[in-house]
C-alpha cells in the first residue's frame, strides 16, 4: 500500500481539562501522585500504553473518557486541588532560598550535565548520574534556587537492554518522538526557536534548543537534528554516550561551548556556573574566550574569573568515567582555539594533561585546573580523589588537596512510594516535606504503628511480585519461549520469602555475582526450609564492557538452575520504572563494589526512605550512612591488593551475615506474625537517612558550600572593571616567578630528629625563619604541619598559622607559635609556606608550596 500522508489529530480538550495539559509539560507531575492519579484514573489502559506519559496521554485520550469525568464531582474537586497545588508551587515566593538569600535572588546558576534521569518518559540518562542529575534539578526547584540546567536532546536516548535466550545482552535503540514529549521549543527573545551553532575542525555544526520544565526550573537541550547540518551531524546528538572518541568530542563540546550559547541566546546571564562530572569542562574555555573579547583580560586575568564562578564535582575513581581524549584530537577540534584565548599550544594543552609527558587530554584534570571548587560525592570517594588527582598538585600533601566532598542524595519524593507517602503525611508533622533537610522532619516515624507499616511493605512487595512476573513473561514471549514456560513465571517469587534487590550498571568492580561465588552455600541459604530467601537483579552493561556481559551471562544461566529457578531473577532493562519498583517492594538492597570504587551510589538513598534496610560494602555513602542499628554490612573497610582475597571474604561475609543475622531477624515474628524487630530497624533506616541522603540535604550544600560564596567571589572579581581580577591575577604570577626564593630554616640536629618531652594541652614554643626574596610577608602563609609519627612520616596532618615576631634582615624573619596538642601520643612536626591572599579560594590550588630545609 502507498501511504500518502500522515494526519496528527490531536484531542480537543474540555477547558475545565486544560490544566492538566499545563501540568503534563512540566515534570511537576512526576513527584506529585496526586497528579499523576488524575491522569490515570480517566483511562488506565491508556496510561498504561502511553507509558505513563501525560503529555501522550492528553493526545489519545477519547473525548467520551474525558466527559464522564467532568461529570464525576469528586474528581472534579480533586482536579481543583491539584491545580491550585500547582499553582501556589509555581509563584511561590516563599522559598528555602528566598528566605535565606533575599539578596541574591537576582543572580543565578548555571548547572551542565550529560545526561539528566527526571522520568523515563524521558530516556537521556544512563544510570546514576543522570538520575543525580534530575534529582539535583527537583531540589533545586523544591528549594527555590535561580536555577537554569543545561544538557543535550538525544533523538535515540539511551539504550534498551534486552536479554535474549542465551543470557547475552542486546541493545536497541529507539526514536523519541518529541511531540509527545514534556519537550517545548526554548525561544529566544525575537519569538523564534532558539539556534546556536560552533565551528570546529573547518565546519559549522547548528544546534536548535529545547525546553523541559521541572517544576519552578528549566532544562535546556540542545539538538543538532536540524537542516543546516549534514546527514552525519544531524546525528551527532542522537545517542547517549553512542558513537566513538569522534562523536564523544564533538558532543561534549557541543555541551560545553555550546551550552554557554544557549545562555546568551536566551538572554541567561548565571554568576555559578557547576560542571556536574568532566563531560562539560570545555565551558570554562568558552567562558574565558568570552571574558577576553568583552573585557579586554589576558587569558590569566579572565581565568580568575571563570575559577571563581564555576564548581566542579567529579562522581568516579573509575578510569573509564573519566574522559579522555588524544592531542591530535584536541588539535583537530581547539587547532583555532588556543589563539582567541592569546595562549600557546602548549599552554592550552597543559590545561588538561594530569602530568606533563601525558599524550591525553583529560576532561576531569581540565575541570580541576579551571574550576575553583571541587568536590567527590561521599567522604571515602573526595579522600579518593585527592590521592588520585594528586598528580594535578604534586607538592601539596595528599590530605591538602583542594577537593572536598558534599554526599549525594535522592529526590524523596520522586522515590518515596505513595503509599508510605500516605503514611508520612498522617503521623509527620504537616509540613514535613518542605523540610526533607531536618532531622525533625522524620521524628514522627516511630508514631506509625508496626502493623500499619508492615501491611503497607507487603502491599508494596506483592504489587513489585506482580510486576516482575509481568516484565518476565514479557521477556520470556519476546524470546520465543514456550507457552508452558511462560505460565511458569506466575510460581516465581514466594510473597512471604525474604526479598533482596540488587540492581545497578553492571560495571565490573560492582561485582553483581558475587554473592553466586560459592554456589553451595547460597543454595542452602535461598532454600532454607521455613526461611526461604530470593533475589532480584537488574542492570545494564555498557555495550563494550565484555567482561560485565558475561556476569548477566552468569546470572542468567543460574537463575535457570535447579535450586535457583523462580527464587533468582534477571529483570531486564534496569531504568527508572523497574528502579522505581524495586526500591519500594524488596526487604533488603543489598550493594557489594569493590571498596573503593563507588563513588557514592544512590540506590541505597531510595530504598531507605520506603523502609527498605541496606545490606552493603563500606563503601560510597553506607560509610557515613551505617551507624549499627540501620541497616549491616559487608565486610570490614580492608582493600586488598589482590582481587581474589577481597572477594572471597567478602562473599563469605555476605553468607555469615544472611546466615546469622539477617535471615533470623526476618522471620522472628510476634503472636501476630509481626517482625517486629525488623520493623525496629526498618524505622531506624528512615529516621537516620532519609532526611540526610536528600537531594534537599545535598543541594543546600552546595547552595551553602559552593553556590553563594561562588556568587560573591565572582561578583567582586567582576566589579570595577575587573580590577580584583587583575590583581589577583598578577599576583599569582608575582609569586610563581619568585616563588624560588622563598626559604624556610629551622633549628635543628644533623641526624636525628629534635626532641621534646611535653604535657597534654602544654604549650611548646617552635620557631622557623623565613627568606622571602622579593615577595612581600603579606602574601605568604607560614605554618606548622604536624601530626602522628607514624612509619617515618606524618598521619592525620594539621596545620597551625605562625606569626611573624622579628625581621631578622633584608627580607628575612622569625615566625613563632605557642604550640598546644591535647591528645597523647607521638607526634612529629615541620614547617611550611603557601600564598596568602584573600581572593584566593583554596591556598593549595596554586600549587605553590615550600617546605622547610
Ligand atoms: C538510582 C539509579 C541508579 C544508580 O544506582 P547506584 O546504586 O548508584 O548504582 C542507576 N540507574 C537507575 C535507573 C537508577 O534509578
Known sequence: MYLVGKINVISALPDKFKRLNDIAYNLWWSWNPEAIDLYREIDLELWEKVGKNPVRFLQEVSQKKLQAKLEEQAYMDRLDTVVADFDKYMTEKDTWYSRNYPERTGKSIAYFSAEYGLNEVLPIYSGGLGVLSGDHCKSASDLGLPFTAIGLFYKQGYFSQRINIHGWQETCFNNLNISQLPVLPAFDASGRQAEISITFAGRTVFAKVWRVQIGRINLYLMDTDVAQNSPSDRALTSRLYGGDQETRIQQEIFLGIGGIRVLDALGIHPSVYHMNEGHSSFMGLELIRKLINERHLTFKEALQIVSASAVFTTHTPVPAGNDTFPLYMMDKYFGDFWGQLGISRYDFLELGLKKPEDQNFNMTVLALTLAGRKNGVSELHGAVSRDIFSDVWPEVPKSDVPITHITNGIHTLTWLSPKIKELYDKYL????????????????????????????????????????????????????????????????????????????????????????????????????????????FAGKAHPADGPAHEVIKNINDIAKQEGFYGKVILLENYNMTVARNLVQGVDVWMNNPRRPLEASGTSGQKVCINGIINFSILDG?????????????IGDETEFDNETSQ???????????????????????NEKGIPVEWIAMMKNSIKSLAWNYSTDRMVKEYAERMYLPAMEGSEKLLNDNCSAARSLSYFKEHLKNNWAQVQLMAEKNENELKDYKSNSGQELYLTVNAQFGAIDPSSVEVEVYYGIFENGSITSPRSARMDCVEKLGDSLYKYSLNLKIEDGGEYAYTFRATPRHPDLINRFDTGLIRWVM
Open 647 to 669: 572477594d572471597n571474604i567478602d562473599s563469605e561475609s555476605i553468607y555469615d551475615m544472611l546466615e546469622q543475622k539477617i535471615v533470623p531477624l526476618f522471620y522472628k515474628v
Open 429 to 536: 508533622e504537616p509540613g514535613w516535606k518542605n523540610s526533607i533537610y531536618d532531622s525533625a522532619a522524620f521524628k514522627g516515624v516511630d508514631l506509625i504503628p508496626d502493623e500499619e507499616l508492615w501491611n503497607t511493605h507487603l502491599e508494596l512487595k506483592q504489587k513489585l511480585i506482580s510486576f516482575v512476573r509481568d516484565r518476565m513473561k514479557a521477556q520470556k514471549l519476546a524470546n520465543g519461549e514456550s507457552m508452558e514456560a511462560v505460565r511458569h513465571v506466575d510460581s516465581f517469587l514466594d510473597p512471604d520469602a525474604l526479598t533482596i534487590g540488587f540492581a545497578r550498571r553492571f560495571a565490573t568492580y560492582k561485582r553483581a555475582n558475587l554473592i553466586f561465588r560459592n554456589l553451595a552455600r547460597i543454595q542452602n541459604i535461598l532454600n532454607n526450609p521455613g526461611k526461604p530467601v530470593q533475589v532480584i
Open 621 to 633: 555513602w553506607w560509610c557515613e550512612g551505617y551507624n549499627g542499628e540501620n541497616g549491616w554490612v
